[in-house]
T-cell receptor, first 112, second 114 residues
Framework: DAGITQSPRYKITETGRQVTLMCHQTWSHSYMFWYRQDLGHGLRLIYYSAAADITDKGEVPDGYVVSRSKTENFPLTLESATRSQTSVYFC???????????FGDGTRLSIL | AQSVTQLGSHVSVSEGALVLLRCNYSSSVPPYLFWYVQYPNQGLQLLLKYTTGATLVKGINGFEAEFKKSETSFHLTKPSAHMSDAAEYFCAVRRGNQGGKLIFGQGTELSVKP
């Protein structure tokens, strides 16, 4: 089915481990985004991408790495997870800058 | 710089009552404004958007919002609340002219009492 899919939906890991969150969209949208959602902070932008091989930092990029070798995929990697990265992570995509973003269902990440 | 303020982290209304969720923004460029709704364990879903043109915008599920430039506001309303409207609502403004990045408010949780 068309849409935006995030995997896994739930993940528990330990501090210091590397973890990758996957995001896949079937619309061929140019723009893709990663947000984290925390109580009291709303959604904060981690990284975004305007096209394949073009990525840029958002508000809270420290501790995260992204890549975009294909238009449809935008994985987010925590290279050495910390407890402060426990959060719900959302991926989104859009066609252009003035068009709405479409969101995945999120990944709930717990770091022990 | 752009910013969004949602007044009230929690709003409670009775079923059938008016829903009013407040959003004020600041923007150094003509704003593009959005309201999203989030149901438990789901992603955000677009309710409505304002880019240009008519300042009263109608969205899904009977919601509407009015862009008031003089008040820098984009409040969300619905004449009659339904139990299914219980959710978290986010107002967002496009970040300048920068490629679709959005700045979100902190969200307002709407409760609907029977």
């Amino acid at each position: 089915d068309a849409g935006i899919t995030q995997s896994p939906r739930y993940k528990i890991t330990e501090t210091g481990r590397q973890v990758t969150l996957m995001c896949h969209q079937t619309w061929s949208h140019s723009y893709m985004f990663w947000y984290r959602q925390d109580l009291g902070h709303g959604l904060r932008l981690i990284y975004y991408s305007a096209a394949a091989d073009i990525t840029d930092k958002g508000e809270v990029p420290d501790g995260y790495v992204v890549s975009r070798s294909k238009t449809e995929n935008f994985p987010l990697t925590l290279e050495s997870a910390t407890r402060s990265q426990t959060s719900v992570y959302f991926c989104a995509s859009s066609t252009q800058g003035d068009q709405p973003q479409h969101f995945g269902d999120g990944t709930r990440l717990s770091i022990l | 710089a752009q910013s969004v303020t949602q007044l009230g982290s929690h709003v409670s209304v009775s079923e059938g009552a008016l829903v009013l969720l407040r959003c004020n923004y600041s923007s150094s460029v003509p704003p593009y404004l959005f309201w999203y709704v989030q149901y438990p364990n789901q992603g955000l879903q677009l309710l409505l958007k304002y880019t240009t043109g008519a300042t009263l915008v109608k969205g899904i599920n009977g919601f509407e919002a009015e862009f008031k430039k003089s008040e820098t506001s984009f409040h969300l309303t619905k004449p009659s609340a339904h139990m299914s409207d219980a959710a978290e609502y986010f107002c967002a403004v496009r970040r300048g002219n920068q490629g679709g990045k959005l700045i979100f408010g902190q969200g307002t949780e709407l409760s609907v009492k029977p």
